[in-house]
């Protein structure tokens, strides 16, 4: 349901915030990672944490807070202080961060071998170099396979890609992975006869948070950022109130928007991608940081 006016702890249980940093439904290699915050604070509190990082920082040039003005020092090291220790909101948030490349090779070489492909989505990028997004490529357009623009996954391509992949990894436990690769032909054409599989990680990060809040806060209200995969999402969450909003009528869902935007740039950072962002969040956010 949309949610009029302001949140308030004060009439019923908690609420806690939400949004994501990063979707692009099944786009795998368009925004590599993606993040889903939340952060249990309700819109009275957030109101007044934003007035002050508005007035202490001189955030004034736009309705909403968004994670993208936090580059200039002084909101940076403000922004730092509300997460860190003594400040308003530690404790209070949660990132989970998925890399999209790795659950597209994960699900769709599980399911063309039937078992765990782990080793090579743990080792497969260091191992591959520029074939693992050939590899992450090919095995996202097998899952689109003929549903959406009507060509042909042509199998001969991806079959030969397993191939090369397997002897640049020869010697290591992950060529094994891929040798099961190579023989997986006759499984591949029953897959394209099925239901495409859904490369799409915000179903399950947001059953994951709704999981872990209930485990701390017990019963809870949720407020999501407005996205248009909520309608057939939010009938399964198991939460007092399941409530969408606009982020520039929540200011909860603005600061929700800015820890997902954090937690997406410490991830980048620890993957080898530095920003000046991620170096100086890195500490405070690593806390909440948690791999979906």
Same mark, same amino acid.
């Given at each position: 349901?949309?949610?009029?006016?302001?949140?308030?702890?004060?009439?019923?249980? #908690?609420?806690?915030?939400?949004?994501?940093?990063?979707?692009?439904?099944?786009?795998?290699?368009?925004?590599?990672?993606?993040?889903?915050?939340?952060?249990?604070?309700?819109? /009275?509190?957030?109101?007044? $944490? $934003?007035?002050?990082?508005?007035?202490?920082?001189?955030?004034?040039?736009?309705?909403?807070?968004?994670?993208?003005?936090?580059?200039?020092?002084?909101?940076?090291?403000?922004?730092?202080?509300?997460?860190?220790?003594?400040?308003? @909101?530690?404790?209070? =948030?949660?990132?989970?961060? *998925?890399?999209? !490349?790795?659950?597209?090779?994960?699900?769709?070489?599980?399911?063309?071998?039937?078992?765990? #492909?782990?080793?090579?989505?743990?080792?497969?990028?260091? @191992?591959?170099?520029?074939?693992?997004?050939?590899?992450?490529? =090919? +095995?996202?357009?097998?899952?689109?396979?003929?549903?959406?623009?009507?060509?042909?996954?042509? +199998?001969?391509?991806?079959?030969? +890609?397993?191939?090369?992949?397997?002897?640049?990894?020869?010697?290591? #436990?992950?060529?094994? !992975?891929?040798?099961?690769?190579?023989?997986?032909?006759?499984?591949?054409?029953?897959?394209?006869?099925?239901?495409?599989?859904?490369?799409?990680?915000? #179903?399950?990060?947001?059953?994951?948070?709704?999981?872990?809040?209930?485990?701390?806060?017990? *019963?809870?209200?949720?407020?999501?950022?407005?996205?248009?995969?909520? =309608?057939?999402?939010?009938? *399964?969450?198991? !939460?007092?109130?399941?409530?969408?909003?606009?982020?520039?009528?929540?200011?909860?869902?603005? +600061?929700?928007?800015?820890?997902?935007?954090?937690?997406?740039? /410490?991830?980048?950072?620890?993957?080898?991608?530095?920003?000046?962002?991620?170096?100086?969040?890195?500490?405070? !956010?690593?806390?909440? $940081?948690?791999?979906?």
């Amino acid at each position: 349901m949309d949610f009029a006016g302001l949140t308030d702890d004060g009439d019923g249980p #908690p609420w806690v915030a939400a949004d994501e940093s990063g979707w692009t439904g099944g786009a795998v290699l368009h925004q590599r990672v993606m993040t889903h915050a939340t952060v249990r604070v309700d819109d /009275v509190l957030a109101g007044a $944490l $934003l007035g002050e990082l508005r007035a202490n920082t001189g955030l004034r040039q736009s309705r909403e807070v968004k994670f993208w003005q936090f580059e200039r020092d002084k909101p940076l090291a403000a922004l730092v202080d509300l997460l860190g220790e003594g400040g308003a @909101l530690h404790g209070r =948030a949660s990132v989970l961060v *998925e890399d999209k !490349v790795a659950l597209t090779v994960s699900t769709i070489a599980g399911l063309l071998i039937q078992e765990d #492909p782990e080793i090579l989505v743990r080792q497969g990028e260091a @191992l591959l170099g520029t074939q693992w997004t050939q590899l992450a490529t =090919a +095995l996202a357009g097998f899952a689109r396979g003929t549903r959406r623009n009507g060509r042909a996954v042509d +199998l001969d391509e991806l079959f030969a +890609l397993f191939a090369r992949a397997r002897e640049t990894c020869a010697g290591h #436990p992950a060529a094994e !992975v891929l040798a099961h690769l190579a023989n997986s032909r006759e499984r591949a054409k029953e897959l394209l006869a099925e239901e495409p599989p859904s490369l799409d990680p915000l #179903p399950r990060m947001l059953a994951e948070h709704v999981e872990r809040r209930t485990a701390e806060l017990g *019963e809870f209200r949720l407020l999501h950022d407005r996205h248009k995969v909520l =309608a057939e999402l939010a009938p *399964e969450q198991k !939460v007092h109130t399941f409530a969408v909003g606009a982020s520039d009528e929540h200011p909860s869902v603005q +600061l929700a928007d800015l820890i997902s935007g954090a937690g997406r740039v /410490v991830f980048e950072q620890r993957q080898g991608n530095p920003s000046k962002q991620g170096a100086a969040l890195r500490e405070v !956010v690593e806390a909440f $940081l948690v791999n979906a």
